[in-house]
Protein backbone atom coordinates (compact mmCIF):
# COMPACT_ATOMS: atom_id res chain seq x y z
CA UNK A 1 0.00 0.00 0.00
CA UNK A 2 1.48 3.30 -0.90
CA UNK A 3 2.31 5.78 1.84
CA UNK A 4 -0.73 7.14 3.53
CA UNK A 5 -0.67 11.29 3.95
CA UNK A 6 -0.39 12.73 7.57
CA UNK A 7 -4.40 13.41 8.81
CA UNK A 8 -4.40 17.08 7.82
CA UNK A 9 -1.54 17.43 5.23
CA UNK A 10 -1.99 19.82 2.72
CA UNK A 11 -1.35 19.76 -0.95
CA UNK A 12 -1.24 23.11 -3.19
CA UNK A 13 -2.25 22.51 -6.61
CA UNK A 14 -1.98 25.17 -9.33
CA UNK A 15 -3.67 25.63 -12.04
CA UNK A 16 -4.16 28.00 -15.59
CA UNK A 17 -6.07 28.98 -18.06
CA UNK A 18 -4.98 30.17 -21.04
CA UNK A 19 -5.52 33.55 -21.20
CA UNK A 20 -1.42 34.45 -19.34
CA UNK A 21 0.26 31.51 -18.87
CA UNK A 22 3.39 33.48 -18.50
CA UNK A 23 1.94 35.12 -15.09
CA UNK A 24 0.82 31.41 -13.53
CA UNK A 25 4.40 30.31 -14.45
CA UNK A 26 6.31 33.28 -12.71
CA UNK A 27 3.90 32.36 -10.05
CA UNK A 28 4.48 28.84 -9.61
CA UNK A 29 8.26 30.05 -9.95
CA UNK A 30 8.00 31.80 -6.85
CA UNK A 31 6.46 29.51 -5.37
CA UNK A 32 8.93 26.72 -6.12
CA UNK A 33 5.90 24.71 -7.02
CA UNK A 34 4.72 23.52 -10.62
CA UNK A 35 1.15 23.91 -12.38
CA UNK A 36 -0.52 20.22 -12.80
CA UNK A 37 -1.01 20.03 -16.73
CA UNK A 38 -4.36 20.65 -17.66
CA UNK A 39 -5.75 19.82 -21.04
CA UNK A 40 -7.83 23.00 -21.73
CA UNK A 41 -9.62 23.31 -25.66
CA UNK A 42 -11.83 24.88 -27.31
CA UNK A 43 -14.52 23.12 -29.35
CA UNK A 44 -14.94 24.07 -33.22
CA UNK A 45 -18.53 25.74 -32.03
CA UNK A 46 -16.55 27.78 -28.93
CA UNK A 47 -17.09 25.48 -25.89
CA UNK A 48 -14.15 25.16 -23.82
CA UNK A 49 -13.55 21.70 -22.27
CA UNK A 50 -10.68 21.31 -19.12
CA UNK A 51 -8.93 18.41 -17.47
CA UNK A 52 -6.39 18.04 -15.33
CA UNK A 53 -3.73 15.40 -15.74
CA UNK A 54 -3.34 14.35 -12.36
CA UNK A 55 -5.23 14.02 -9.40
CA UNK A 56 -6.40 16.95 -7.38
CA UNK A 57 -8.30 15.41 -4.58
CA UNK A 58 -8.03 17.12 -1.14
CA UNK A 59 -6.01 19.56 -2.90
CA UNK A 60 -5.94 23.30 -1.99
CA UNK A 61 -6.44 24.49 -5.35
CA UNK A 62 -5.88 27.94 -7.20
CA UNK A 63 -7.16 28.41 -10.36
CA UNK A 64 -4.99 31.70 -12.43
CA UNK A 65 -6.84 33.11 -14.95
CA UNK A 66 -6.41 36.86 -16.51
CA UNK A 67 -9.31 38.51 -17.49
CA UNK A 68 -7.68 39.94 -20.68
CA UNK A 69 -9.47 40.02 -23.99
CA UNK A 70 -11.63 37.81 -25.06
CA UNK A 71 -12.76 38.50 -21.57
CA UNK A 72 -15.91 36.23 -21.66
CA UNK A 73 -13.66 33.03 -23.00
CA UNK A 74 -11.21 33.12 -20.20
CA UNK A 75 -14.11 34.06 -17.40
CA UNK A 76 -15.67 30.88 -18.67
CA UNK A 77 -12.86 28.87 -18.96
CA UNK A 78 -11.90 29.64 -15.64
CA UNK A 79 -15.71 28.84 -14.27
CA UNK A 80 -15.02 25.07 -16.60
CA UNK A 81 -11.82 24.85 -14.73
CA UNK A 82 -13.61 25.69 -11.12
CA UNK A 83 -16.40 23.13 -11.62
CA UNK A 84 -13.87 20.57 -12.80
CA UNK A 85 -11.52 21.22 -9.74
CA UNK A 86 -14.83 20.61 -7.57
CA UNK A 87 -16.28 16.99 -9.30
CA UNK A 88 -12.46 16.37 -9.25
CA UNK A 89 -12.72 16.64 -5.05
CA UNK A 90 -10.12 19.16 -4.29
CA UNK A 91 -10.93 20.34 -0.84
CA UNK A 92 -10.74 24.13 -1.43
CA UNK A 93 -10.77 26.02 -4.61
CA UNK A 94 -9.63 29.86 -4.98
CA UNK A 95 -10.26 31.78 -7.89
CA UNK A 96 -6.77 33.67 -8.86
CA UNK A 97 -8.85 36.76 -10.68
CA UNK A 98 -6.10 39.73 -10.45
CA UNK A 99 -8.21 42.30 -12.89
CA UNK A 100 -11.37 41.04 -11.66
CA UNK A 101 -13.82 41.10 -14.91
CA UNK A 102 -16.30 43.31 -15.08
CA UNK A 103 -15.90 45.08 -12.03
CA UNK A 104 -16.36 48.41 -13.51
CA UNK A 105 -20.32 47.04 -13.74
CA UNK A 106 -20.05 47.18 -9.57
CA UNK A 107 -23.17 49.38 -9.60
CA UNK A 108 -26.50 50.81 -11.28
CA UNK A 109 -25.92 54.28 -12.62
CA UNK A 110 -29.37 54.02 -14.21
CA UNK A 111 -32.38 52.35 -14.17
CA UNK A 112 -32.38 48.89 -16.04
CA UNK A 113 -28.81 48.38 -16.07
CA UNK A 114 -26.91 45.02 -14.86
CA UNK A 115 -24.74 44.68 -11.86
CA UNK A 116 -22.78 42.65 -13.64
CA UNK A 117 -19.49 42.47 -11.05
CA UNK A 118 -22.39 40.85 -8.96
CA UNK A 119 -23.11 38.17 -11.42
CA UNK A 120 -19.66 37.21 -11.62
CA UNK A 121 -19.20 36.32 -8.11
CA UNK A 122 -22.17 34.72 -8.45
CA UNK A 123 -20.96 32.65 -11.08
CA UNK A 124 -18.00 31.64 -9.29
CA UNK A 125 -19.97 30.68 -6.07
CA UNK A 126 -22.61 28.75 -8.60
CA UNK A 127 -19.01 26.69 -10.12
CA UNK A 128 -17.82 25.95 -6.92
CA UNK A 129 -15.18 28.66 -5.50
CA UNK A 130 -14.63 28.66 -2.20
CA UNK A 131 -12.73 32.15 -2.28
CA UNK A 132 -11.49 35.06 -4.19
CA UNK A 133 -8.37 36.63 -5.11
CA UNK A 134 -7.83 40.07 -6.96
CA UNK A 135 -5.64 42.91 -7.05
CA UNK A 136 -6.72 46.48 -6.59
CA UNK A 137 -10.54 45.60 -7.08
CA UNK A 138 -11.99 48.83 -9.34
CA UNK A 139 -14.02 49.25 -6.07
CA UNK A 140 -13.20 47.48 -2.51
CA UNK A 141 -17.16 46.83 -1.92
CA UNK A 142 -16.89 44.29 -5.01
CA UNK A 143 -15.29 42.16 -2.20
CA UNK A 144 -19.33 42.00 -0.56
CA UNK A 145 -20.50 40.69 -3.77
CA UNK A 146 -19.05 36.88 -3.45
CA UNK A 147 -20.55 35.32 -0.24
CA UNK A 148 -16.74 34.19 1.36
CA UNK A 149 -13.32 35.07 1.65
CA UNK A 150 -11.88 37.85 -0.61
CA UNK A 151 -8.29 38.42 -0.39
CA UNK A 152 -7.81 42.27 -1.36
CA UNK A 153 -4.40 42.57 -2.75
CA UNK A 154 -2.66 46.15 -3.62
CA UNK A 155 -0.07 46.33 -6.36
CA UNK A 156 0.80 49.83 -4.46
CA UNK A 157 4.40 47.93 -2.72
CA UNK A 158 5.14 46.99 -6.04
CA UNK A 159 4.39 50.20 -8.02
CA UNK A 160 5.49 52.45 -4.73
CA UNK A 161 8.86 51.41 -4.86
CA UNK A 162 9.41 51.79 -8.45
CA UNK A 163 8.39 55.28 -8.23
CA UNK A 164 10.51 56.18 -5.48
CA UNK A 165 13.50 54.70 -7.15
CA UNK A 166 12.74 57.28 -10.35
CA UNK A 167 11.28 60.32 -8.93
CA UNK A 168 11.95 62.78 -6.29
CA UNK A 169 9.47 63.20 -3.75
CA UNK A 170 9.97 67.22 -3.22
CA UNK A 171 9.26 67.90 -6.52
CA UNK A 172 5.80 65.44 -7.04
CA UNK A 173 2.25 66.07 -6.68
CA UNK A 174 0.07 62.54 -7.08
CA UNK A 175 -3.10 63.15 -8.76
CA UNK A 176 -6.46 61.04 -8.74
CA UNK A 177 -7.76 61.24 -12.23
CA UNK A 178 -11.36 61.04 -11.14
CA UNK A 179 -13.43 61.06 -7.88
CA UNK A 180 -13.46 57.20 -7.33
CA UNK A 181 -9.68 56.99 -7.16
CA UNK A 182 -9.25 59.64 -4.21
CA UNK A 183 -8.92 57.24 -1.45
CA UNK A 184 -6.12 55.38 -3.11
CA UNK A 185 -4.47 58.29 -4.00
CA UNK A 186 -4.58 59.96 -1.01
CA UNK A 187 -2.63 56.72 0.26
CA UNK A 188 -0.14 57.10 -2.13
CA UNK A 189 0.16 60.89 -0.96
CA UNK A 190 0.84 59.78 2.79
CA UNK A 191 3.55 57.25 1.41
CA UNK A 192 5.07 59.60 -0.91
CA UNK A 193 5.34 62.63 1.38
CA UNK A 194 3.52 64.56 -1.78
CA UNK A 195 0.87 66.65 -2.02
CA UNK A 196 -2.48 65.69 -3.48
CA UNK A 197 -4.50 66.92 -6.47
CA UNK A 198 -7.79 65.90 -7.65
CA UNK A 199 -9.66 65.51 -11.39
CA UNK A 200 -12.64 65.84 -11.59
CA UNK A 201 -13.44 63.78 -14.70
CA UNK A 202 -17.38 63.69 -16.41
CA UNK A 203 -18.12 60.71 -18.54
CA UNK A 204 -21.49 60.68 -20.96
CA UNK A 205 -23.21 58.16 -20.01
CA UNK A 206 -24.93 57.24 -23.20
CA UNK A 207 -21.45 57.20 -25.10
CA UNK A 208 -18.78 54.33 -23.43
CA UNK A 209 -15.00 54.57 -23.35
CA UNK A 210 -16.02 58.95 -23.97
CA UNK A 211 -14.42 60.72 -21.14
CA UNK A 212 -15.33 64.63 -21.65
CA UNK A 213 -15.15 67.82 -19.45
CA UNK A 214 -11.91 68.28 -16.60
CA UNK A 215 -11.57 70.55 -13.42
CA UNK A 216 -8.30 70.14 -11.17
CA UNK A 217 -8.84 70.62 -7.44
CA UNK A 218 -5.39 71.46 -5.95
CA UNK A 219 -1.78 72.90 -7.12
CA UNK A 220 -0.53 71.14 -9.78
CA UNK A 221 1.82 74.30 -11.68
CA UNK A 222 5.72 73.24 -11.83
CA UNK A 223 4.96 70.12 -10.40
CA UNK A 224 6.20 66.69 -11.36
CA UNK A 225 2.36 65.01 -11.67
CA UNK A 226 1.96 61.57 -10.62
CA UNK A 227 -1.03 60.30 -11.94
CA UNK A 228 -2.48 57.07 -10.23
CA UNK A 229 -5.28 54.80 -11.64
CA UNK A 230 -6.14 51.15 -11.19
CA UNK A 231 -6.68 50.33 -15.11
CA UNK A 232 -6.20 51.87 -18.20
CA UNK A 233 -8.70 50.92 -21.05
CA UNK A 234 -8.38 53.08 -24.27
CA UNK A 235 -6.69 55.11 -22.35
CA UNK A 236 -8.43 58.65 -22.28
CA UNK A 237 -8.82 58.86 -19.34
CA UNK A 238 -5.40 59.36 -17.90
CA UNK A 239 -4.48 61.09 -21.15
CA UNK A 240 -7.14 63.98 -20.71
CA UNK A 241 -6.00 64.43 -17.35
CA UNK A 242 -2.54 64.73 -18.21
CA UNK A 243 -2.98 66.88 -21.10
CA UNK A 244 -5.26 68.64 -18.48
CA UNK A 245 -2.27 69.06 -15.89
CA UNK A 246 -0.14 69.89 -18.71
CA UNK A 247 -2.43 72.98 -19.58
CA UNK A 248 -2.68 73.69 -15.96
CA UNK A 249 1.59 74.18 -15.84
CA UNK A 250 2.08 70.65 -14.18
CA UNK A 251 6.42 70.22 -15.77
CA UNK A 252 5.53 66.89 -16.17
CA UNK A 253 3.34 63.66 -15.64
CA UNK A 254 4.53 60.40 -15.27
CA UNK A 255 1.17 58.03 -15.01
CA UNK A 256 1.32 54.77 -12.43
CA UNK A 257 -1.78 52.49 -13.25
CA UNK A 258 -1.80 48.52 -12.06
CA UNK A 259 -3.64 46.77 -15.05
CA UNK A 260 -2.73 47.51 -18.36
CA UNK A 261 -6.04 46.87 -20.65
CA UNK A 262 -5.12 49.16 -23.45
CA UNK A 263 -7.64 48.62 -25.39
CA UNK A 264 -7.28 50.74 -29.41
CA UNK A 265 -6.00 53.53 -28.91
CA UNK A 266 -4.51 53.54 -25.74
CA UNK A 267 -0.91 52.57 -27.04
CA UNK A 268 -0.94 55.49 -29.73
CA UNK A 269 -2.58 57.79 -26.88
CA UNK A 270 -0.30 57.11 -23.96
CA UNK A 271 3.20 57.92 -26.22
CA UNK A 272 0.73 61.12 -27.52
CA UNK A 273 3.45 63.75 -25.46
CA UNK A 274 1.50 64.83 -22.68
CA UNK A 275 3.00 62.32 -20.41
CA UNK A 276 6.57 61.05 -19.55
CA UNK A 277 6.67 57.46 -18.82
CA UNK A 278 3.93 54.87 -17.72
CA UNK A 279 4.07 51.95 -15.06
CA UNK A 280 1.82 48.89 -14.95
CA UNK A 281 2.33 45.52 -13.44
CA UNK A 282 1.53 42.21 -15.59
CA UNK A 283 -1.64 41.08 -14.20
CA UNK A 284 -2.65 41.18 -17.74
CA UNK A 285 -0.27 39.74 -20.86
CA UNK A 286 1.29 42.69 -22.54
CA UNK A 287 2.30 41.82 -26.18
CA UNK A 288 5.30 43.25 -27.93
CA UNK A 289 2.89 45.41 -29.85
CA UNK A 290 1.46 47.14 -27.18
CA UNK A 291 4.89 47.64 -25.52
CA UNK A 292 6.60 50.98 -25.97
CA UNK A 293 9.87 52.71 -24.81
CA UNK A 294 8.29 54.88 -22.04
CA UNK A 295 6.50 52.16 -20.57
CA UNK A 296 7.84 49.97 -17.93
CA UNK A 297 6.00 46.45 -17.09
CA UNK A 298 6.91 45.62 -13.48
CA UNK A 299 5.99 41.69 -12.61
CA UNK A 300 2.87 40.55 -10.17
CA UNK A 301 3.65 37.29 -10.00
CA UNK A 302 5.56 37.83 -6.19
CA UNK A 303 2.97 39.55 -4.70
CA UNK A 304 0.48 37.18 -6.17
CA UNK A 305 2.56 33.85 -4.55
CA UNK A 306 2.98 35.38 -1.36
CA UNK A 307 -0.67 35.84 -0.75
CA UNK A 308 -1.06 32.31 -2.21
CA UNK A 309 1.79 30.83 -0.01
CA UNK A 310 -0.38 32.87 2.66
CA UNK A 311 -3.66 31.39 2.30
CA UNK A 312 -2.24 28.04 1.45
CA UNK A 313 -0.79 28.14 5.29
CA UNK A 314 -3.39 29.89 6.39
CA UNK A 315 -1.17 32.83 7.26
CA UNK A 316 -2.27 36.80 7.35
CA UNK A 317 -2.60 38.71 3.98
CA UNK A 318 -3.60 41.81 5.19
CA UNK A 319 -0.21 41.87 7.14
CA UNK A 320 0.85 41.81 3.55
CA UNK A 321 0.41 45.40 3.01
CA UNK A 322 1.21 47.64 6.24
CA UNK A 323 -1.89 49.43 6.39
CA UNK A 324 -2.06 50.30 2.24
CA UNK A 325 -5.92 48.75 2.45
C1 LIG B 1 -12.49 54.67 -14.11
O1 LIG B 1 -13.27 54.76 -13.19
C2 LIG B 1 -11.29 53.78 -14.09
O2 LIG B 1 -10.60 53.88 -12.89
C3 LIG B 1 -10.37 54.09 -15.25
O3 LIG B 1 -9.88 55.39 -15.11
C4 LIG B 1 -11.07 53.99 -16.57
O4 LIG B 1 -11.98 52.94 -16.60
C5 LIG B 1 -10.05 53.83 -17.67
O5 LIG B 1 -10.71 53.72 -18.89
P1 LIG B 1 -10.14 54.44 -20.18
O6 LIG B 1 -8.66 54.17 -20.20
O7 LIG B 1 -10.87 53.79 -21.32
O8 LIG B 1 -10.46 55.88 -20.06
Request: net charge negative.
Amino acid sequence: MSEIKAKGEKRLVLVSGRAHPQLALDIAEELGSELVPTDARTFANGEIYARFDESVRGSDAFVIQSHTAPINEWLMEQLIMVDALKRASAKRITVVAPFYPYARQDKKGRGREPISARLVADLFQAAGADRIMSVDLHAAQIQGFFDGPVDHLFAMPVLLEHVKEKLDSATLTVVSPDMGRVRVADIWSDKLGAPLAIIHKRRDPLVPNQVSVHEIVGAVEGRVCLLVDDLIDTGRTIVKAAEALKAAGALSVVVAATHAVFSYPAVELLQSGAISSVVVTDTLPIPEDKRFPSLTVLPIAPLLAQAIHAVFEDASVTSMFDGAA
